[in-house]
């Protein structure tokens, strides 16, 4: 009964549509960096007054209101066996820290982030 209005009245969410919305979401925040280079480390449980702060072009601190589900780090990670140790700290993900990615030291193929 997805995506239909079930027997007690209450609207059921379609799964494939809400992948759909966060994977076009992803693609608009990736479209936002305009090509440039970021290494970004995940940090969780932080409480801050802004939803970014810049460090004087060496790094942001964004919010991050949807940090990604199992599903999703199971498509995007490489190994595999990191899903696990990965996924269950994703929840508790509040903010990226972004670090500029200067000169061709970061042009690595294991750093690469994957395509959506």
């Known amino acids: 009964m997805l995506g239909k209005t079930s027997e007690d009245g209450e609207e059921r969410v379609d799964l ?7 994977k076009d ?4 925040r ?3 960096l305009r090509g440039n280079q970021e290494l970004c480390f ?3 449980g932080l409480s801050v007054q802004c939803s970014r702060y810049d460090f004087s072009n060496i790094a942001v601190l964004r919010e991050v209101k949807y940090p990604p589900g ?3 780090l199971a498509r995007a990670l490489s190994n595999k066996s ?4 990965v996924a269950r700290h994703m929840p508790a993900v509040t903010h990226e820290l972004a670090m500029v990615c200067y ?5 690595q193929p294991n750093i690469r982030p994957r395509a959506l």
């Not at 979401?25 to 608009?28: E, G, I, S, V, W």
């Not at 990191?82 to 140790?85: G, I, P, T």
């Not at 000169?103 to 042009?107: K, L």
């Open 103 to 107: 000169g061709d030291i970061f042009d």
């Open 25 to 28: 979401y992803a693609r608009l």
């Open 70 to 72: 199992e599903i999703e």
């Open 16 to 22: 494939l549509d809400h992948f759909r919305q966060r």
């Open 42 to 44: 995940a940090v969780a």
């Open 30 to 32: 990736i479209a936002e």
């Open 82 to 85: 990191l899903l696990s140790a």
